[in-house]
């Protein structure tokens, strides 16, 4: 696969401050590939794609897009408007005096032929799913419409990606669900890159390929975001994508670690019920809380660490099934799903 984009070992140090806002960053997104810069505030996710977008400079490190060099110590740098990038803005950035169409048609004026302009306007209109409301304005449509007109904006001149901050930002829960999926389906149908960013981890979940997490400038973790949820390298990357029980354990020395007290961080959907309580890697619990949440149950177990009563004791959440019912006080007997394993 080719690449639309290459960072390669960014870094940026704001006056007055501490620590570097970036600090050697690299990432790549591929051809066609859609990448989801997660962080929280502080992390550097937005000054990394303002430098992206050629709106802030780089104290050293490379940009290339396109194949061409648009930021390095031995070239030129390109100005913004020269790097052929289009930008979803985080409240759309209309212009409320043009209609749908003619917001679409402002970024095709390099188009010499007239024909050749609307026939792209209409397939990009066509694409985003906004037939019928090409004489709408701005202010006529919904938050979801207007989400799509700037996505089908960005997207009309064939840029070589598209940079979304905090697409879903502005949008109530039930709409931002349907709209996650439409604008997937529309990137994709496009053939074109994307590079968002974004807080929201559940949002980075459902639309990215590959997610790229940064911590206090530094990158933390890039991966698919199975791969970032269910095998994060560190502490922080587990932490941010949901709920973790630390668990402390025993370890036994070998090739990569010494012996000695620990813990391990396992989610709860990780975790299964069985009846099995043989052998080692299970835990037995006292269930002291049930909250139900929709499809599943919140279950918080009472576990002991060790193997007499004088251990220590921990809490353990997993999730069940709401077919499954546990009363407060019952016994059960925990072990990681084999889909944790694999």
Same mark, same amino acid.
């Given at each position: 696969?080719?690449?639309?984009?290459?960072?390669?070992?960014?870094?940026? !140090?704001?006056?007055?401050?501490?620590?570097?806002?970036?600090?050697?960053?690299?990432?790549?997104?591929?051809?066609?590939?859609?990448?989801?810069?997660?962080?929280?505030?502080?992390?550097?996710?937005?000054?990394?794609?303002?430098?992206?977008?050629?709106?802030?400079?780089?104290?050293?490190?490379?940009?290339?897009?396109?194949? =061409?060099? !648009?930021?390095?110590?031995?070239?030129?740098?390109?100005?913004? =408007? =020269?790097?052929?990038?289009?930008?979803?803005?985080?409240?759309?950035?209309?212009?409320?005096?043009?209609?749908?169409?003619?917001?679409?048609?402002?970024?095709?004026?390099?188009?010499?032929?007239?024909?050749?302009?609307?026939?792209?306007?209409?397939?990009?209109?066509?694409?985003?799913?906004? $037939?019928?409301?090409?004489?709408?304005?701005?202010? $006529?449509?919904?938050?979801?419409?207007?989400?799509?007109?700037?996505?089908?904006?960005?997207?009309?001149?064939?840029?070589?990606?598209?940079?979304?901050?905090?697409?879903?930002?502005?949008?109530?829960?039930?709409?931002? $669900?349907?709209?996650?999926?439409?604008?997937?389906?529309?990137?994709?149908?496009?053939?074109?890159?994307?590079?968002?960013?974004?807080?929201?981890?559940?949002?980075?979940?459902? !639309?990215?390929?590959?997610?790229?997490?940064?911590?206090?400038?530094?990158?933390?973790?890039?991966?698919?975001?199975?791969?970032?949820?269910?095998?994060?390298?560190?502490?922080?990357?587990?932490?941010?994508?949901?709920?973790?029980?630390?668990?402390?354990?025993?370890?036994?020395?070998?090739?990569?670690?010494?012996?000695?007290?620990?813990?391990?961080?396992?989610?709860?959907?990780?975790?299964?019920?069985?009846?099995?309580?043989?052998?080692?890697?299970?835990?037995?619990?006292?269930? !002291?809380?049930?909250?139900?949440?929709?499809?599943?149950?919140?279950?918080?177990?009472?576990?002991?660490?060790?193997?007499?009563?004088?251990?220590?004791?921990?809490?353990?959440?997993?999730?069940?099934?709401?077919?499954?019912?546990?009363?407060?006080?019952?016994?059960?007997?925990?072990?990681?799903?084999?889909?944790?394993?694999?």
């Amino acid at each position: 696969m080719s690449e639309s984009l290459i960072v390669e070992e960014i870094t940026k !140090v704001f006056p007055r401050t501490k620590r570097p806002a970036l600090d050697k960053v690299s990432i790549s997104l591929g051809d066609g590939e859609i990448m989801a810069l997660v962080g929280e505030s502080g992390s550097g996710k937005t000054t990394l794609l303002r430098i992206i977008a050629g709106l802030e400079q780089p104290d050293s490190g490379k940009v290339t897009i396109g194949g =061409e060099i !648009v930021f390095g110590a031995e070239s030129k740098t390109l100005l913004p =408007e =020269e790097r052929n990038i289009g930008f979803v803005f985080q409240d759309y950035a209309l212009f409320p005096h043009l209609n749908v169409e003619k917001n679409i048609l402002y970024g095709l004026h390099k188009i010499a032929r007239k024909a050749e302009r609307y026939k792209r306007a209409a397939y990009i209109i066509n694409l985003a799913g906004l $037939e019928g409301l090409e004489k709408r304005f701005p202010h $006529e449509l919904s938050g979801g419409q207007q989400q799509r007109v700037a996505l089908a904006r960005a997207l009309a001149p064939k840029p070589n990606f598209i940079l979304l901050d905090e697409p879903f930002s502005n949008l109530d829960p039930v709409r931002k $669900e349907t709209l996650r999926d439409e604008l997937r389906t529309i990137v994709k149908e496009s053939g074109i890159s994307a590079l968002i960013v974004t807080h929201d981890t559940r949002d980075a979940l459902v !639309v990215a390929d590959t997610l790229a997490v940064l911590k206090e400038g530094r990158l933390q973790q890039v991966g698919s975001p199975e791969r970032v949820y269910f095998h994060s390298t560190n502490e922080y990357t587990a932490s941010l994508f949901g709920k973790v029980n630390r668990i402390p354990c025993q370890l036994l020395e070998g090739e990569n670690a010494p012996s000695g007290v620990s813990e391990i961080l396992v989610r709860p959907a990780d975790l299964e019920i069985t009846k099995d309580s043989s052998g080692d890697g299970h835990i037995v619990g006292k269930v !002291v809380s049930s909250n139900f949440r929709g499809d599943f149950h919140e279950v918080t177990l009472e576990c002991s660490t060790g193997p007499s009563e004088t251990d220590s004791v921990t809490n353990v959440t997993i999730y069940v099934g709401p077919e499954r019912s546990l009363q407060l006080g019952d016994t059960v007997t925990v072990k990681r799903s084999s889909r944790s394993n694999s």
